[in-house]
């Protein structure tokens, strides 16, 4: 009894008697095989016989009708004792395992928060993102939806409970402080019925809202706090906004924000406040400016309500061939899926890099558990000769790797949160949803998840391992084995053989996106960034002339021009990278093309000096002065890119080019090209030049333009004097969006940067785990094979000649390493093409330093356990110490 007790519920020897016991089990056993016994009834036979004279038999008996829950609890408190025993062996596996298991768990996080998170709506999986394909571009391009075609989508379809439209934009707001701008959006009057969400005050918008004349808006709740301090009745007091009066409808809840990718709208307007006034919007079908969201139908798919929506959007290419000729068919695709189309491919790659991450862990700790078990061969020999089952041992073993891996998984958390909270903070702001990454119940769950399977994975071949132990061979040998178990060094080595694999896949990856990053961020944007401050005003179009609002920059410019470290000053839009465009239809004057068929280009707006202070080269011609007013001959300056599509092997000065543009009273006159500007990058550092033009501010007034002040020092010292040199003009005038220049090139590379780091990072880890991997399997075949070694000494064998054997053996699993990942790396670098700038997947400079620095660290990792091989004492370990 109590040598059954200090066996099964201590876990280890205490006595000498307990070695005599079990070797006299172990020794009847083998003797009832040799009689024709199977194993199993040999062993039962032998503890029988030894049973009746020491009572063992029917203690075991008793404990064997254990029920589960005693049986896995009794093994839970023999794997801590078993962990308590060997700290050391404990820290290490679980700080490796908390890196795989903290780098996957923070990774999950964030593909959690923007990719697998429902949005907050009602039945979201219903809400349909939809826009028309325009055919005429390759690949048939989203193009958004004009008031006239939503109108007619939203009365004519049969596959939506609800079509409601918005578009983003920015409105003064006017109240008791000083005005500032606020991001709004334009919607639809059935905008927050589709999308499933109430007022928690006042009323919803109301059909009658999208009438011409109607000004109705909806506060969200935090500009409810902050502007009208949470009045109760608000609802129906009025407010002003660009100068106009508006009722306000209600309140929205405190968590609802839409559009999801702008978590700065502050009110949504209904549209018909755009329905009133000359060539409004509500009527010009040639106008596409709206996005438009759906609810679908119970029991209809995307695609019918694809064929559906593509069935009105050719009638009305037919009925309207001058607008609508190429937007024949219709795009519908789940909003989550839409809204997270940018971001899904790159933390997916990230995602599937932490999982090779912990798979690396797993590994290492499954190549030191083979070594350890070794270690314990004798005492598994010993509880499987007094009639301990092959089950129980690997049931044990399994208990004390899923408890070691839930060690590593309480550190992994730790991790886990230092690591989210820093990936955060570099999250570039463009990625929806990312900041909501959270640390939440989901993501403890999925620890807990990957806790168990890691402790099963990284266990069970260990187990199976120890447990086929023949009862007597570990304990005749003792602990000297000349090389130890073939089969082990088998699994070893090709632990280590698919961590080198892996680490090279990753560092393959990392060394694409460093080189990838290289290149974008050597690009030249075609102007200069540096000491150039920009921002954006708030002057009203409603309560000014068109000739006032130019008057209006040319005094602000003037005056701003005359301040101290001011080089240049001038103003434009858009301005380059700011994620502002409009692409608008021409004609080349004798070169008639039919309607609907006209060329398009992108819309620029500058006033004089605008080139100059952004430093892009005029290689033609002259630039926009004070000679161009509005009453003056229309001209127009066109890039080099336009230059090279549409006035190939020609001169484009003095050729006339008429811009579908209104010049403020809705006049569209033919343009005389007076100059060519130099190509810039003008969506962002990845995308090439495109055919732009640019326009006199004063002859094409539609917009507020930003302001661009090159200084000669640091910009931003320059920022108090611009407002106050606004204020001095207009004190109701808001200054927003005051940014340097550069923090546009630099948000232009933001996502390429994130996830280079992230994945260098990723690749240093798994570096250093395929060093602690092979370095741990020599030292471990070293220890293995001390007396091997000695006799070799003994009998002449040089240092040098061990030192080499060693390295060998390293070298060769590390080359064998290298093969595979090269393979590997070879197919799945593929699957990242599309994160890549100036180089090709399959890069083999980028191969070939992944595997010369993987190379580099195996020899390094291989050399210490080589070293102590070659300084060993023959005489020591001929002795066994």
Known sequence: ?????????????????????????????????????GRHEARLAARRE???????????????????????????????????????????????????????????S???AVVLRPLPFPESDRLMWMNQRDSSRPGGVAESVSYPDYFDWRAGNHTFSGMASYETGTATLQSSGEPRRVDIATVSSNFFATLGVAPILGRDFAPDDEKPGSRAVMLSYSLWQSTFNSERDIAAKMMRLDGRAYAIAGVMPKDFQFPLGNPTVAMWVSLGDAADGKDAKTSQRGFDCLDLIGRLKPAVTPDQAQADLSRIARNLARQYPDNNKWFDAALVEPELQHLTRGSRPPLWILFGAVTLLLLMACANVAGLLLARGSRRASEFALRVSIGASRFAIVRQLLVESIALSLCGAVLGVLVAFVLLRSIVSLVPLDIPRMQDAAMD????????????VTGLLFGILPALRVSRSAPLGPMREGSRSLAGSRGEHRIHSSMVIAQTAIALLLLVGSGLLIRSFVKLANVDPGFDPANVMTARLGVPFETISRDQHYRFYEQLLSRIATLPGVQTASAGWPMPMSNTNAGISFQIEGRPVPKGDEPSASLGIAMPGYFETLRIPLVAGRDFGLQDGASATPVIIINQAFARKYFAGENPLGRRVQ????????????????????????????????????????QAVVTNPFLAIRSAGNPAALVGAIRAAVHELDRNVPVYQVTPLEDYVSRSAASPRFETMLLSGFAAIALLLTAIGLYGLLSYLVAQRNLEIGLRMALGARREDVLRMVLRRGLRLALVGLAAGLALSAVTTRLMAGLL?????????????????????????????????????????????
């Open 110 to 112: 964030l593909v959690h």
């Open 659 to 698: 811009v579908m543009v209104g010049d403020g009273v809705f006049n569209r006159p033919m343009r005389e090209v007076v100059g060519v500007a130099g190509d810039i990058r003008r969506a962002s550092l990845a995308a090439g030049a495109e055919p732009q033009f640019f326009l006199p501010y004063p």
């Open 50 to 108: 030894f049973g009746n004279v020491t009572g063992i038999e029917e203690t075991s008996r008793d404990v064997w009708r254990w029920p589960i829950a005693d049986t896995l609890l009794r093994d839970a408190r023999v794997a801590i004792r078993q962990l308590r025993r060997n700290p050391g062996f404990t820290f290490t596996v679980a700080v490796t395992l908390a890196l795989g298991i903290g780098a996957s768990t923070a990774i999950f």
């Open 837 to 881: 700038y100036g180089i090709q997947a399959t890069d083999t400079f980028s191969f070939a330093a992944a595997a010369g620095v993987l190379l580099v660290v195996s020899v390094a990792a291989s050399s210490i356990p080589a070293y102590r091989a070659a300084r060993l004492d023959p005489i020591a370990a001929l002795r066994g110490q």
């Open 441 to 452: 119940g989901t993501v403890l769950l999925f620890v807990a998840a990957v806790a168990i």
């Open 1 to 37: 009894m109590k040598v059954w007790s200090r066996l099964f519920g201590r876990g280890r020897l205490h006595s000498d008697l307990s070695e005599e016991i079990a070797q006299h089990i172990a020794e009847r056993t083998e003797a009832l095989i040799s009689e024709g016994l």
